[in-house]
């Protein structure tokens, strides 16, 4: 490959490799890699889009990655790596093909107090797959290339390249480099291994024997592409389907067999339903607390088998009949293929039960979903969102309250909408947002949010108007991050003082204002029946829009049924 005397430097291989991958879109605060940057205008279409915070470049990175399945970029100088760092945390916990490019130090200044550096690399450590240093420019094929397959293989996650020099100097440098790009990698999933014909044929029989089963699917059927197997196949067996926060766009909200969101935030129907169940099947999902919450729904011991492309995690908190080693969609195509069809007879009453549930879940509800109370109620804004966004949007959701609120009570109606949440992270769904847009512009995007998690990038704005980066961001304003109140109120042995309010209230701002001074569409709804116009507003607007719904601070999200 090499020997054919074309010298280049590490910032036009590093240029030419990333738009091979078919990266259109990196985050980052400057300086890093400048030369690269001035090699990707002259190279390539590549966006560079500069934000108010390396955290939220991280974040817009995972965006990207989640909506798209293509590798996230993001990058930071020296002195911003940490921020950096911080924001990979959560496309850690959702398994997000994030790749972080991040200054570093010259062997020449190291350990002489050099201005703004420490080593930064262990930071990495905890939140990537591969966590490596580029010290020679000769190196930069070889070690980008392990990146996006690292990033992509197996379960997805996020790995992190230092290179020299704290602003990456480095990318100078000339060597003989062929930018030799596998293009395989550019996307989830780069392989879709098979697994033992054995295995998935012993896990069939079991699910096919049990009389009253549930699949949870998760995040992996996601990264899989596999909705139309899964669905195919609990239509064909006739089983129930819940699913993990992350899966929750695996099965739309509204087809008859899917029961809900299961877990911590939740909707009761599922927690009902997987509690009632005789037999589980777990895919693609880690079986992790949020999902169980804590290991209650299921009950440990329940009867189950686990499908993951991940070995390490099959059985890891659940005892199993089998467990099945493969691709998502792979081993549902051939669970499909060898389906006992005549076996779903027996589970009519079963499906008759589920419904049921589901149908007392919603009489529970129905009254605060579609409630015109002022404030407005967050259900109400949840069953509004149902029913008004788009067929093909993209909803992106933070956690906290937004977390539990869209979790359990908002539906996606097709199966050409896509959810996206917060593994954890306050704050993290409007950067996100905006990084989905990027990837996705010919689709709507859908942020909600909290004050108190809009209130984190709220500086972001400014990035979303300056590249024109035209998400919708929802922000369900109750002047404070009132899912603290209940915590609180335990801390205080029972109930808060009224001091105690100010460790979780904030002033009441209109943060429509904010958006338009900043060049947003912003639109203020203090009304539910105003919500639907709004909406279709800020989705015709043609520029980031804001719309600040005033809702009320005494609504507190149901907790988990066990
Ligand atoms: C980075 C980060 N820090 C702290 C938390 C802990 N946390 C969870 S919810 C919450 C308060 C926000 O409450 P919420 O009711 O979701 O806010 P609102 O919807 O009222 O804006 C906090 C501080 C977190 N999830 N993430």
New binding site residues.
């Given amino acids: 490959m090499l020997g054919h005397n074309r010298k280049m430097t590490g910032a036009e291989c590093l240029a030419d490799m990333l738009k091979g991958y078919g990266v259109t879109h990196v985050f980052m605060v400057p300086a890093v890699l400048r030369r690269t940057f001035a090699e990707m205008e002259r190279r390539t279409t590549i966006k560079r889009i500069h934000t108010h915070g390396e955290k939220s470049a991280a974040y817009m990175a995972d965006g990207y990655a989640r909506a798209s399945g293509k590798p996230g970029v993001c990058m930071a100088q020296v002195i911003g790596a940490l921020n950096l760092a911080a924001g990979l945390r959560d496309a850690w916990l959702a398994h997000s093909p994030v790749i972080a490019m991040t200054g570093g130090r010259e062997p020449k200044s190291k350990f002489r107090k050099v201005y703004q550096e420490v080593d930064d690399v262990p930071a990495f450590e905890p939140v990537t797959k591969f966590n490596a240093t580029v010290d020679d420019v000769a190196r930069f094929p070889d070690m980008v290339r392990q990146a996006f397959r690292t990033a992509t293989s197996g379960t997805p996650g996020p790995v992190h390249l230092q290179f020299r020099g704290n602003e990456g100097q480095i990318d100078l440098e000339e060597a003989e480099l062929e930018p030799l790009v596998e293009e395989q990698f550019g996307r989830v999933p780069p392989f879709r291994p098979a697994p033992d014909a054995a295995s998935v044929n012993a896990a069939l029989k079991a699910l096919q024997d049990a009389e009253r089963p549930v699949i949870v699917a998760g995040g992996g059927v996601r990264a899989s592409g596999a909705s139309a197997e899964l669905i195919a196949l609990a239509e064909a067996l006739q089983i129930p389907v819940a699913t993990s926060l992350n899966g929750k766009d695996t099965i739309p909200g509204t087809h008859p067999l899917s029961v809900g969101v299961v877990g911590s935030y939740s909707r009761e129907s599922a927690n009902r339903i997987v509690n009632a169940a005789d037999f589980i099947c777990f895919i693609g999902t880690e079986t992790g607390g949020m999902t169980t919450h804590f290991w209650a729904v299921p009950k440990i011991g329940t009867p189950a088998v686990q499908i993951d492309i991940g070995p390490e995690t099959i059985g890891r908190n659940y005892p199993l009949r089998v467990g099945v080693n493969g691709d998502a969609k792979v081993t549902l195509a051939m669970m499909l293929k060898a389906a006992d069809r005549a076996s779903a007879a027996k589970r009519k009453s079963w499906i008759a039960q589920a419904d049921k549930i589901c149908g007392e879940w919603r009489e529970k509800y129905r009254a605060a979903l579609t409630s015109n109370a002022v404030p407005i109620r967050p259900e109400r804004l949840c069953y509004e969102l149902t029913a008004h966004v788009p067929d093909d949007a993209i909803v992106v959701v933070?956690?906290?309250?937004?977390?539990?609120w869209m979790g359990g009570m908002f539906d996606l109606r097709s199966p050409r909408q896509s959810y996206m949440r917060s593994a954890?992270?306050?704050?993290w769904a409007f950067p996100a947002g905006m990084g989905a847009k990027c990837a996705c512009p010919e689709r709507p995007v859908v942020v909600f949010?909290?004050?108190?998690?809009?209130w984190?990038h709220i500086g972001e704005i400014e990035t979303a108007v300056r590249w024109g980066i035209n998400s919708v961001t929802v922000v369900?304003?109750?002047g404070?991050?009132?899912?603290?109140k209940r915590g609180f109120d335990r801390a205080y042995g029972g109930e808060q003082t009224e001091q105690a309010r100010e460790l979780?209230t904030y002033r009441k701002v209109n943060f429509a204002r904010i958006a338009e001074d900043i060049g947003a569409l912003g639109l203020r709804v203090e009304s539910a029946d105003a919500f639907p116009a709004a909406l279709a507003q800020a989705l015709a607007a043609n520029r980031p829009a804001v719309i600040d719904v005033v809702t009320d601070i005494d609504a507190l999200a149901p907790t988990a049924v066990t």
Avoid at 449 to 454: H, L, P
Wanted: aromatic fraction near 12%.
């Fill in positions: 933070d956690t906290g309250h937004a977390g539990m954890g992270h306050l704050g949010t909290g004050d108190a998690g809009f984190y369900n304003n109750n404070s991050g009132n899912q603290s979780w």
